[in-house]
């Protein structure tokens, strides 16, 4: 089946669109990760001050209490870097499509 002119316009909308939405959910990954990665340290600090006994147990134990806190700094760090990669496929899908148009235009299609 042969594409378009119209056949890549609509898809170049569609994923230009999906572009506008990625600052935002880009920003909205980026401070949930900090947030909980913020709070994941918080969590080991406390339970590290809360312990006694040698550093490295005090250590130890501080991780092994913080492990909720810490799985979902790990997760949201995760999706942070989920989103980028998901920017990064349409801006090269979007210069792919741009680069069909201009051999549709081009060949008169």
């Given at each position: 089946?042969?594409r378009t002119?119209?056949d890549?316009?609509?898809?170049?909308r569609?994923?230009?669109?999906?572009?506008?939405?990625?600052?935002?959910?880009?920003?909205?990954?980026e401070?949930?990760?900090?947030?909980?990665e913020?709070?994941?340290?918080?969590a080991e600090d406390?339970?590290?001050?809360?312990?006694?006994?040698?550093?490295?147990?005090?250590k130890?134990?501080?991780?092994?209490?913080?492990?909720e806190?810490l799985?979902?700094?790990?997760?949201a760090?995760?999706?942070h870097?989920?989103?980028?990669?998901?920017i990064k496929?349409?801006?090269?899908?979007q210069?792919?499509?741009?680069?069909?148009?201009?051999y549709?235009?081009?060949?008169?299609?």
């Amino acid at each position: 089946m042969t594409r378009t002119p119209d056949d890549v316009l609509v898809d170049l909308r569609t994923v230009r669109a999906g572009l506008a939405q990625g600052s935002d959910r880009l920003y909205a990954a980026e401070v949930n990760a900090e947030t909980l990665e913020l709070a994941a340290q918080k969590a080991e600090d406390l339970a590290f001050f809360a312990n006694e006994g040698s550093v490295d147990a005090r250590k130890a134990a501080a991780r092994l209490a913080a492990e909720e806190e810490l799985s979902a700094a790990i997760v949201a760090r995760a999706e942070h870097n989920r989103v980028k990669a998901r920017i990064k496929a349409l801006e090269l899908e979007q210069t792919s499509l741009q680069t069909e148009m201009k051999y549709l235009v081009g060949e008169g299609a």
